[in-house]
């Protein structure tokens, strides 16, 4: 069984940074991607940024050149970082280990942006 657990959310000012952290347990097999995904309210979750096990990496486009995704494999963590945060970034962020047979999610962590 695998298990994502979340750490790093809060509240923040427009323009200031944040680091979101993910770290799995169990069973984790070599080829997966792992990545981070945000769900506002009344809104559909979407990708933020994902990073394959072999270094590929894909980002949403409302968030390039802003924030960077990071893993250590040996550690079997993600890490998100969040740089020149906007209101619209506001939402629960959530962290998947994606299989080809199977996505894992963690729980989430909130993230608001507001002064």
């Known amino acids: 069984q695998v298990h994502l657990v979340e750490s790093g959310g809060g509240l923040v000012q427009p323009g200031g940074s944040l680091k979101l952290s993910c770290a799995a347990s169990?069973?984790?097999?070599?080829?997966?991607?792992m990545g981070w995904y945000r769900q506002a309210p009344g809104k559909q979750r979407e990708l933020v940024a994902s990073?394959?096990?072999?270094?590929?990496?894909n980002y949403h486009d409302s968030v390039k050149g802003r924030f960077t995704i990071s893993r250590d494999n040996a550690r079997k963590m993600v890490d998100l970082q969040m740089n020149s945060l906007k209101p619209e970034d506001t939402a629960v962020y959530y962290c998947?280990?994606?299989?080809?047979?199977?996505?894992?999610w963690g729980q989430g962590t909130q993230v608001t942006v507001s002064s």
């Open positions: 998947k280990l994606g299989f080809p047979w199977k996505d894992y």
């Open positions: 169990g069973s984790i097999f070599s080829i997966n991607t």
């Open positions: 990073m394959s096990s072999a270094g590929d990496t």
